[in-house]
């Protein structure tokens, strides 16, 4: 099992940026990929990057050119850095980390999952 902690929501401005953390303990020898869903209040929740283990990256449409993935392997984190971000970004943050590759914009591909960050857009 991995241990997932996330961490740097907060409250930012139309336009502004944020990065959050993703610190990884337990199994993490065993991890295949890692990815970052969100989910807004009465919405389901939602893919929006993923990083594999060799680093191949993937990112949902609605945050392409604006959010970028990537890992430290030394450290078991892994990143998710947002610009130009939106009020419809405003969600709960949520970390993911899978044993297996597979289909990764899907959550049933994830074994392990982070509490969540709360992130807030203001227009």
């Known amino acids: 099992q991995v241990q997932l902690v996330e961490s740097g929501g907060g409250l930012v401005q139309s336009g502004g940026s944020l990065r959050l953390s993703c610190s990884a303990s337990?199994?993490?020898?065993?991890?295949?990929?890692m990815a970052w869903f969100r989910q807004a209040p009465g919405k389901e929740r939602e893919f929006v990057s993923a990083?594999?283990?060799?680093?191949?990256?993937y990112l949902a449409d609605s945050v392409k050119g604006r959010f970028s993935i990537s890992r430290d392997n030394a450290k078991n984190t892994v990143y998710l850095q947002m610009n130009n971000l939106k009020p419809e970004d405003t969600a709960v943050y949520y970390c993911?980390?899978?044993?297996?590759?597979?289909?990764?914009?899907?959550?049933?591909?994830?074994?392990?999952w982070g509490q969540g960050t709360q992130v807030t857009v203001s227009s």
């Open positions: 993911a980390a899978a044993k297996w590759y597979g289909t990764f914009r899907s959550m049933s591909t994830y074994d392990d």
């Open positions: 990083i594999t283990r060799s680093s191949s990256t």
């Open positions: 337990g199994r993490t020898s065993s991890t295949a990929a």
